[in-house]
């Protein structure tokens, strides 16, 4: 079942709004979104801080993190465990010149709330700030680790209680390969943000026995099951693994793969740039977006195979973030 009509026309008139740009100095302007109903406006671009990041040597990842944000990309995705926390020591360096004029968002892999509430304390002192504007539970599992995490004095009731003080603006989730946990997560819980795996290999597929398989109906998707739910609820949404982790870039052009995520209601796509260039032709590709139309990103879906598919999926299923 595709996304409504009325979801894609929405999509294609937030990714046609431009904001001036954020960064110091002459910055170029990138198309921007809002970010559900948190109140913040977002580039359609955010700098994945993950293992893509990590690749730079120190004084590159600086280098390559203040090219983004001179270009306009004004979200910054990280989490407390990339790197053992080089990553947050990495933005740390250069973040208080650029705070105000960015979205700075991390992710915790603690599941217990005073093991959350220390891991907050610690990437508050990494990235050298004083809040945090999206905080995420980071990589939902399945229902198992979504129990451990709603759970009294778990690691939900710790981001309720930093919401409240302000020290964390918008709550989230985040998800790889678990939909059905995903969807289950989002309607039960108040949750500001969330943040999934999207991509043209990721649609169309199916729960069935012995694990997720390609079917004609998208029956077990994060399109088909949490998607709906998060822009139902007005949830910041940001999509990851565009690409698969490099795993569909010869399935189709990086152009037509970027804009089938754009296309969908979301508020940006989050990637990871490990060369200098690739900052540049994902910005250049940012500025040019136009929504793809649904048959357009059907064919794409089609066009790769159930085994590709099955095969993301099951990478996905095992993935552990940087």
Known sequence: MDLSRRQFIQAAAVGAAVAPALGAGEAPKLPTRPFGKTGMQVSILGFGSGSRFLMYEEDQALEALTRALNLGITYIDTAHNYGDGKSEERIGRILPEWRDKVTLATKLGARKGDDA?????????????????????????????????????????????????KVVRAVGISCHAAPAALKTALERHDFDATQMALNAAGARMADAKGGMKATPMAEGSFEELALPVAVRKGLGIVAMKVFAQEQIL??????????????????LASLGMPKLEFIDRNVELARAFAPMPPDERRRLNDSITAERKAAVLDFFRDHRDA
């Open 117 to 165: 509430k220390r891991q907050i304390e610690l990437s508050l002192k990494r990235l050298r700030t004083d809040r945090l504007d999206v905080v995420h539970i980071h990589a939902l599992s399945g229902p198992e680790d979504l129990a451990k995490a709603e759970a009294p004095g778990g690691v939900l009731e710790a981001l309720y209680e930093a919401r409240d003080q």
């Open 250 to 267: 010869d399935a189709a052009p990086v152009e037509k793969l970027l804009a089938y995520s754009l296309s969908l209601p979301v508020s």
